[in-house]
């Protein structure tokens, strides 16, 4: 095997450490919010602290094992906060696990102290744990993603951890089997390939990061421009890309379903006496009943102002489109308390099915706002009806 130089393969491992830190720090500037990317900054910083010392014990030739000890603890810190901003990243997140994975770090010190000077038992302690949360980070990186998209955007990473495992695995064991091209420590063959290979596969790790970093970030951006930003629900925008959506879908399969428009009639009472901020917490505690009205296989989105739009698949006739109205009628209408007072809703409910209410987006809208209008007139038209009303504190 292809003797290599342990001074130029550290110089190397450390101006890689340098510059996979720097793009670690300067995305975790960017996107602070982002779960797991401060662990990511932090064990990148950790493992240039790790070339630091691999490099000055090859120059120095530090005695008593003080090389390997400080490397391997570094190394063993920087890859448990690897693993633990991993999970974090994929939302895997518990409080109660980080504490007991800090309990490691001592263990990691005194490992790498007792076994400083063998390298057949240091090598087995370090790439035992190593190999470990490498595993957990590539498998975490797939593991129950959203859609392709998100599959694609992570696969990167996760090839890159898989190929770092090989590495690792492959050292750890000649180690175990007591193969001798491992055993003179950071001289061994052996053991320079192994950092040799670490390190590219480690740059290919960092542009995985990078691009699992930015598809997470414009998936929020995405997010942001289809969302209420009030409410929650779906927005405009995003109602009009689910109804086309639905409309090719249902062309292909012939079923039927209906876009049902919502309106929270005399709306503007509680703004015009109490302010918008009345309003918009009647909106917002709104929504959560409508939430619970909707069946799960329904869409629920904020149209504009207070009217809702929901769209509803799975209509076996029109008595069933029926109920479902009736059942928002009753999970709808009731007192919702607003700052000042007390709120009693009622709402104007319109529906449209396709394809025997028109066949296009524009054609059911209409459809849609329509009945909804004339179920206002109904109401109002109604003596006995019990309108939308406000109830001040005193009033109670």
Known sequence: MIQLDVTTLALMFLALGITSFFVMFLIWRINREMPGVVFWMLGTLLNTTSAIFTLLNALL????????????TASLTANLLVMEGTLRFRNLGSPGRWRYLMLLIP?????????????????????????AFQLISAI??????????????????????????????WRLMLAVTGNESVMTGPESTATQWYVFAGANFHVAWIFGLSIACYFRSRQQVMQLAREDALTGLPNRRCIDEKLNQTLLEVHRSGEQFAAILIDVNDFKMVNDRYGHSSGDSLLVEFTGRLRDAVRTSDFAGRYGGDEFLVIARQLESRESLDQLIERLREK????????????????????AVCPVDGTSADALLGAADSRMYSDKARQKAKPQTSLSHLKTESQR
């Open 332 to 351: 709808l209408n009731s007192e919702l308390r607003v700052p000042g007072g007390t709120f009693y809703v009622v709402v104007s409910i319109g529906a």
């Open 140 to 169: 975490a990186f797939i593991w129950h993603t959203s859609d392709r998209q998100e599959m694609a955007a992570n696969s990167m990473a996760a090839f890159a951890g898989v190929c770092m495992s090989i590495t690792i695995g």
């Open 61 to 72: 030739g530090w005695s008593d094992g003080w090389g390997p000890f400080t490397s391997n």
């Open 107 to 131: 263990i990691f010190v005194a490992g790498s102290w007792f076994f400083r000077l063998d390298p057949g038992l240091r090598y087995m302690f370090h790439d035992g744990f190593t190999l």
